[in-house]
């Protein structure tokens, strides 16, 4: 059974940190490309940012701000972010991604709040 689990949400204020975490199980975690991806309250899905092998990518709104990190001995995907704002408050969701022959594979966690505010 495939499973992501993101911890690490909560309420920040702004300037702060948090570390998420998306622990997985029930797939081959190494194989998939792993990604944050965000949703703001009536707004649509925002891509954040990606991770596969040492190779990784963020959305210009948050480069030089967040790290990708993952752990493939831990099964694990990480974001740690810094100088959080207002305009982070959003639901972070992880994804796994990956594509075979005849097809590709995509799996969601359930989310975790990340709110900024004083």
């Known amino acids: 059974q495939v499973q992501l689990v993101e911890s690490g949400g909560g309420l920040v204020q702004p300037g702060g940190s948090l570390r998420l975490s998306c622990a997985a199980s029930?797939?081959?975690?190494?194989?998939?490309?792993m990604s944050w991806v965000r949703q703001a309250s009536g707004k649509g899905l925002e891509w954040v940012s990606s991770?596969?092998?040492?190779?990784?990518y963020y959305a210009d709104s948050v480069k030089g701000r967040f790290t990708i990190s993952r752990d493939n001995a831990k099964n694990t995907l990480y974001l740690q972010m810094n100088s959080l704002g207002p305009l982070d408050t959003a639901v972070y969701y992880c994804n796994a991604h990956v594509t075979v022959v005849g097809g590709a594979f995509d799996y969601w966690g359930q989310g975790t709040q990340v709110t900024v505010s004083s």
């Open positions: 029930g797939f081959t975690f190494r194989h998939f490309y």
């Open positions: 991770i596969y092998s040492d190779n990784t």
